[in-house]
RNA sequence: UGACCCAUGGUGUAACGGCAGCACAAGAGAUUUUGGUUCUCUCGGUCCAGGUUCGAAUCCUGGUGGGUCAACCA
């Protein structure tokens, strides 16, 4: 895969509201002009399309201003975490084109940091051990137009915390007996400063510690001092994030360290699909689609094995832009920049999905012969392919009609048309199954002097289509995906329904092709086009007796609208 | 019923007090041995009300609408 890089017109185009920030920032010679961004995942789940977003982002912003990037994983809730994860969101990144070279870290590497820095704060007076039930801080917080009440153990002196949370360390008490808490404002109209708990204690493994801690600290006391122990200088994250970001700057403050600059953007939405961690994570379990990397799945490795390519989600993650206010993408621009891309590196195939026979009647009957047709119109680099041609072919069922309407260019009783890289053909009769009336045969003469390449060849037909020669057609397996919801936004719920009443029966058919010969030397993870039809990728479960293919996206359609497939 | 954030065509995103532009979508046409691609064109927008200003999408005030926040999750 090519290194992702700025669009040339990197000068020309207007800057995002982030790149501003920067830009002043390096202006103004904060922090000498460095910049140095991170993408910090939970390994709790599979990456998906908003988190492309953000990874473009961040390692975006950073090769523009000549930075750094790290991967950090903030693993700070052992019992929701696990390697599985951090395996695939490391692959993840990777394909999508972006090195962290040797700056990977963990939250989990700087637990001890974190430790002292608590200590910090029960020195200052800034942190006590709590002894209350998880029931009765939520009882006593309040709520956002209340203030809450001050925790009966808020005045413990410094030397008791000191023991007590020592104590805690040293596993002397069992889960959810005490935490350890800020003692900041409970009447603070920001939720978030209301004493918030910062140690918790956690008798459980953790993948990269084992059993090394049994108090993990709260996310909101790991994230901001792990960027800034990695010195980030702009912590780009989304908007949820914002009412945290008193408290961070809170902590850094009082802990006396170094301070990065948190900037929050909005976080991707898609048209047909839900992006939330707990719903994706049950269409897995609950057997809605077959596993995290289902091409169904707006995740990274669903995408990629659907057929997307690195670089049509990154020029996604550019072409949508970044900015603070809510936004819904629609689907079809993700589809518009994978038919870009593939467009020009996909090589063309002829393969049927729905076939109909078709009879040359004025073909001799054992003759077979080669014809040629270009590897892709895009790029003549990539060459010719041969194709044999003879006297039972298949087209698509639905490229003929017995009653065609005028603006029907295909096959029909008495019309013409050009078979593609081949003859001119005439239908001239059809053969009907008589109990069903499917038809069964199109009988057509072929015109021997319209060879492609032959100067009749030339001649105005109105259509084109494509077709496979009978003796030498390959049999493969397509799996035509499809949205994987009927609504548009499936979380906008109507009365007594839940987004999952939302999804689209058929977002999966499949369907056996035939396809010509060259369709052999396919290999896993290609793609190609199927002319007139739409793009595909070869699935990984293809075998050497059975290929199997994936329609990454049909190709944009003028005439019918939606699925040319009804098989 | 508090605090914070946000508001530009159908969807995104520009315009930094001076002609509202670009992409996708939609529609029309040209080209085409893919009803694809390519090319041309069309449709369509500053949430509302005041104020400041020669001039406001942009600045101010007030509304309205949307979002976020009350895990020992992240």
């Given at each position: 895969?090519?290194?992702?890089?700025?669009?040339?017109?990197?000068?020309?185009?207007?800057?995002?509201?982030l790149?501003?920030i920067?830009?002043?920032?390096?202006r103004?010679g904060?922090?000498?002009g460095?910049?140095?961004?991170?993408f910090?995942?939970?390994?709790?789940?599979?990456?998906?399309?908003?988190?492309?977003?953000?990874?473009?982002?961040?390692?975006?912003?950073?090769?523009?201003?000549?930075?750094?990037?790290?991967?950090?994983?903030d693993?700070?809730?052992?019992?929701k975490e696990?390697?599985?994860?951090?395996?695939?969101?490391?692959?993840?990144v990777?394909?999508?084109?972006?090195?962290?070279?040797?700056?990977?870290?963990y939250?989990?590497?700087?637990?001890?940091?974190?430790?002292?820095?608590?200590?910090?704060?029960?020195?200052?007076?800034?942190?006590?051990?709590?002894?209350?039930?998880?029931?009765?801080?939520s009882?006593?917080?309040?709520?956002?137009?209340?203030?809450?009440?001050?925790?009966?153990?808020r005045?413990?002196s410094?030397?008791?915390?000191?023991?007590?949370?020592?104590?805690?360390?040293?596993?002397?008490?069992p889960?959810?007996?005490?935490?350890?808490?800020a003692?900041?404002?409970?009447?603070?109209?920001?939720?978030?400063?209301?004493?918030?708990?910062?140690?918790?204690?956690?008798?459980?493994?953790?993948?990269?510690?084992?059993?090394?801690?049994?108090?993990?600290?709260?996310?909101?006391?790991?994230?901001?001092?792990?960027?800034?122990i990695?010195?980030?200088?702009?912590?780009?994250?989304?908007?949820e994030?914002?009412?945290?970001?008193?408290?961070?700057?809170?902590?850094?403050?009082?802990?006396?360290?170094?301070?990065?600059?948190?900037?929050?953007?909005?976080?991707?939405?898609?048209?047909?699909?839900?992006?939330?961690?707990?719903?994706?994570?049950?269409?897995?379990?609950?057997?809605?689609?077959?596993?995290?990397?289902?091409?169904?799945?707006?995740?990274?490795?669903?995408?990629?094995?659907?057929?997307?390519?690195?670089?049509?989600?990154?020029n996604?993650?550019?072409?949508?832009?970044?900015?603070?206010?809510?936004?819904?993408?629609?689907?079809?621009?993700?589809?518009?920049?994978?038919?870009?891309?593939?467009?020009?590196?996909?090589n063309?195939?002829?393969?049927?999905?729905?076939?109909v026979?078709?009879?040359?009647?004025?073909?001799?009957?054992?003759?077979?012969?080669?014809?040629?047709?270009?590897?892709?119109?895009?790029?003549e680099?990539?060459?010719?392919r041969k194709?044999?041609?003879?006297?039972?072919?298949?087209i698509?069922?639905?490229?003929?009609?017995?009653?065609?309407?005028?603006k029907?260019?295909?096959?029909?009783?008495?019309?013409?048309?050009?078979?593609?890289?081949a003859?001119?053909?005439?239908?001239?009769?059809?053969?009907?199954?008589?109990?069903?009336?499917?038809?069964e045969?199109?009988?057509?003469?072929?015109?021997?002097?319209?060879?492609?390449?032959?100067p009749?060849?030339?001649?105005?037909?109105?259509?084109?289509?494509?077709?496979?020669?009978?003796?030498q057609?390959?049999?493969?397996?397509?799996?035509?995906?499809?949205?994987?919801?009927?609504?548009?936004?499936?979380?906008?719920?109507?009365?007594?329904?839940?987004?999952?009443?939302?999804?689209?029966?058929?977002?999966?058919?499949v369907v056996?092709?035939?396809?010509?010969?060259?369709?052999?030397?396919?290999?896993?993870?290609?793609?190609?086009?199927?002319?007139?039809?739409?793009?595909?990728?070869?699935?990984?479960?293809?075998?050497?007796?059975?290929?199997?293919?994936?329609?990454?996206?049909?190709?944009?359609?003028?005439?019918?609208?939606?699925?040319?497939?009804?098989?």
């Open positions: 895969m090519e290194e992702p890089k700025i669009p040339e017109e990197k000068a020309a185009r207007s800057l995002n509201f790149e501003e920067i830009e002043e920032d390096i103004n904060v922090n000498e460095r910049v140095h961004t991170r910090p995942p939970e390994p709790n789940g599979y990456l998906h399309i908003g988190h492309a977003k953000s990874i473009c982002l961040n390692f975006g912003l950073a090769r523009r201003y000549n930075g750094l990037t790290n991967l950090r994983f693993d700070t809730n052992p019992v696990d390697v599985e994860y951090v395996d695939s969101i490391m692959a993840d990777r394909w999508l084109g972006f090195d962290w070279e040797d700056r990977l870290f939250a989990s590497d700087y637990f001890e940091q974190i430790y002292d820095y608590a200590m910090v704060l029960i020195r200052k007076e800034k942190a006590y051990v709590c002894d209350m039930t998880a029931e009765e801080m009882e006593t917080r309040g709520t956002p137009t209340r203030p809450g009440k001050e925790s009966p153990f005045t413990r410094v030397e008791e915390n000191i023991d007590l949370f020592n104590r805690m360390r040293q596993g002397e008490f889960d959810g007996s005490r935490v350890l808490r003692k900041i404002d409970m009447a603070s109209p920001n939720m978030h400063m209301r004493d918030p708990v910062l140690y918790r204690i956690l008798h459980a493994h953790h993948h990269r510690t084992g059993d090394q801690w049994c108090i993990y600290p709260m996310y909101d006391f790991a994230h901001g001092q792990s960027d800034s990695e010195k980030i200088t702009h912590s780009i994250c989304t908007l994030f914002e009412v945290h970001r008193p408290l961070y700057e809170w902590f850094i403050r009082e802990i006396g360290i170094y301070a990065p600059r948190q900037i929050e953007f909005a976080r991707l939405n898609v048209t047909y699909t839900v992006m939330s961690k707990r719903k994706l994570l049950e269409l897995v379990q609950q057997g809605y689609v077959n596993g995290w990397d289902d091409p169904r799945m707006p995740t990274i490795c669903g995408l990629r094995r659907r057929g997307f390519t690195p670089e049509s989600i990154r996604f993650a550019e072409t949508i832009g970044v900015a603070k206010r809510d936004n819904v993408i629609d689907v079809s621009l993700l589809e518009f920049c994978i038919r870009e891309d593939l467009n020009r590196k996909a063309r195939l002829m393969a049927v999905l729905d076939p026979k078709v009879i040359l009647d004025n073909y001799p009957d054992d003759q077979v012969e080669e014809l040629e047709s270009v590897s892709n119109p895009e790029d680099s990539k060459g010719k194709l044999p041609f003879s006297k039972t072919l298949f698509e069922r639905d490229d003929f009609m017995e009653d065609p309407p005028n029907f260019f295909r096959l029909a009783p008495g019309r013409e048309v050009r078979l593609k890289a003859y001119i053909i005439r239908c001239e009769s059809i053969v009907k199954d008589p109990a069903t009336g499917k038809i045969e199109i009988h057509c003469t072929y015109d021997p002097m319209t060879k492609s390449g032959m009749d060849s030339n001649r105005k037909v109105k259509g084109t289509l494509h077709w496979v020669s009978e003796q057609a390959v049999k493969v397996e397509v799996r035509l995906y499809d949205r994987l919801f009927v609504k548009e936004n499936p979380d906008d719920l109507e009365e007594g329904k839940t987004y999952k009443d939302y999804l689209n029966p058929d977002s999966l058919k056996t092709a035939l396809v010509e010969p060259e369709v052999r030397n396919a290999k896993v993870s290609e793609k190609y086009q199927f002319e007139r039809i739409g793009y595909f990728t070869v699935d990984a479960d293809s075998t050497p007796e059975k290929l199997v293919f994936n329609r990454v996206v049909p190709l944009k359609d003028s005439w019918g609208k939606g699925d040319k497939v009804t098989g």
